[in-house]
C-alpha cells in the first residue's frame, strides 16, 4: 500500500511490476513498456503466450484520459511474433 501511494502521488517516478498489475489496480502511467509476451507455465513446463486481453490490459496503463492526454506503450516480442504485435497493435489504435 505504501509503494501505491507513493506512486499515486508521484514520488516513485518508475514502477515495476509483474503482469498481474494491469488488472486490478488503478496504476496510471504515462509510459508503459511490456518485456516480453509470455510467461513459464509450470504446469505444462513450457513458455505460453499471455492472452490478448492482457497484453491490452497491460497497455491500458498509459494515457488515462483523466490524467494525460497522450502516452506511450512499448511491447518487446521475440522477433517470429514482432509482425503479429504490430498489426494488432496498429487495429487497436486505429478503432
Known sequence: QLVE??????KIMILIATSTL???????????VVKGTEFFDGATKRYVDFPIT???QMMGRAGRPQFDDKAVACIFVHEP???FYFRWSRVCMNS
Open 5 to 10: 501511494k507513493f506512486y499515486l502521488e508521484g
Open 54 to 56: 492482457d497484453v491490452l
Open 22 to 32: 494491469a488488472w486490478g489496480v488503478n496504476f496510471p502511467a504515462h509510459l508503459v
Open 81 to 83: 511474433k514482432k509482425h
